[in-house]
């Protein structure tokens, strides 16, 4: 559609992870309603001591700006039970991250673009791969299928079935 953006938003928790990661998906659907969804993935905190993680990547269509976005997702964590002001390295019932808004690079209306995960972290690049494996890093100029192959960091993650909707959205390889 015309006058719209493609957006990637990162989801992640690792407190009652199913709950969360349901109202995630929920909401995105209700906003924006169709949805590009990666695998869910289950990963070992990254920075702390804590609970697995589940991640995944959903790709949506908006013409809201990236602080109007930004805002509904910080509605949305708090919404869920996040708490603004805690250390940033510790659990979360609910974290949504920009992580492109089409093409831009930047900081917008507070926001880094491209977040500056995508090439560090193995839960937001492999499934960012997963689902925009021709797509280019607005800075790097690679593709996430390129970056996720030349990633050579010690991240672990796993796909994990995941339900939502009554539907098999994620499958575990056995």
């Known amino acids: 559609m015309s006058g719209e953006a493609r957006v990637y938003v990162g989801i992640g928790s690792n407190v009652d992870r199913e709950r969360y990661v349901t109202a995630a998906l929920d909401a995105l659907d209700d906003w924006f309603g169709e949805l590009v969804i990666s695998p869910v993935y289950e990963s070992e905190a990254v920075g702390f001591d804590g609970s697995p ?8 269509c908006t013409g809201l ?3 109007e976005l930004s805002r509904r997702f910080k509605q949305l964590e708090a919404d869920n039970g996040r708490r603004r002001g805690d250390p940033k390295f510790r659990a ?11 093409d831009l690079i930047g900081v917008v209306e507070g926001v880094e673009l491209p977040r500056g995960e995508i090439l560090h ?6 499934p960012l791969a ?15 299928a390129e970056l996720w192959s030349a990633y050579d960091r010690d991240q672990r ?6 339900n939502w909707q009554g539907k098999l959205i994620s499958r575990a390889v056995s």
């Open 130 to 144: 997963d689902i925009a494996p021709a797509q280019r890093h607005p800075v790097s100029g690679q593709s996430y």
């Open 92 to 102: 979360r019932t609910l974290d949504l991250d920009i992580l492109t808004y089409d």
């Open 53 to 60: 993680f589940f991640n995944l990547v959903v790709g949506v």
């Open 65 to 67: 700006s990236v602080g």
């Open 121 to 126: 972290n193995a839960f937001v690049l492999r």
């Open 157 to 162: 993650l796993w796909p994990v079935d995941f």
